[in-house]
């Protein structure tokens, strides 16, 4: 049985059994310095579970710890903005996406202590053209419908591969 791994307060959902037990077995691994691949169905908890693992790791977190990676499909920022905004409002978070923010900003951002967003949330299309985004050190990286990377195109497949190395 795994420890118990507590979102904390600031967490706005009530967790199902299953939703606390995917948290735990995630931070598990992160903590192992592992990854994870959560398929569940559609609408059973994964991005809650997501949400819950990045504010308990952002308690613990050194105050010089890099910021997380989200890579998500450009159709679904404004639902994980939504999500965020309902579930973890405390998380500070950087769509890198040119119709969210300039990407001339991003690197003052991420360099910046000060101003460094836990999460980062990003496209594929966008990673695969960002140095700054595919070639950093990231906490943890994240892939949502990660089916966008099964047959992927040589850029895509390194974008990708550059990530893996960085943990």
């Given amino acids: 049985h795994l420890a118990v791994a507590d979102p904390g ?20 691994l992160a903590r192992l310095g592992l990854g994870a691949c959560l398929a569940d169905d559609m609408g059973l908890g994964k991005t809650i579970q997501l949400l819950g693992l990045l504010l308990l790791l952002r308690r613990e977190a050194a105050p010089d710890a890099p910021s997380s990676l989200l890579v998500v499909p450009a159709s679904l920022v404004a639902n994980w903005k939504a999500e965020i905004a309902r579930f973890a409002p405390t998380l500070r978070v950087l769509y890198a996406h040119p119709s969210e923010s300039t990407p001339s900003e991003w690197p003052g951002r991420l360099n910046d202590p000060a101003d460094r ?13 960002t140095d700054v985004l595919r070639t950093r050190r990231w906490d943890l990286a994240a892939l949502d419908e990660a089916q966008a990377i099964k047959n992927p195109t040589t850029r895509q497949a390194r974008a990708i591969k550059d990530l893996k190395s960085r943990r």
Avoid at 9 to 28: C, D, I, K, S, T
Avoid at 117 to 129: A, C, E, H
């Fill in 9 to 28: 307060a600031e967490f706005r959902a009530v967790l199902r059994p299953y939703q606390r037990e995917g948290v735990n077995w995630l931070y598990f």
């Fill in 117 to 129: 967003p836990d999460l980062v949330i990003t496209t594929y299309g966008v990673l695969q053209r």
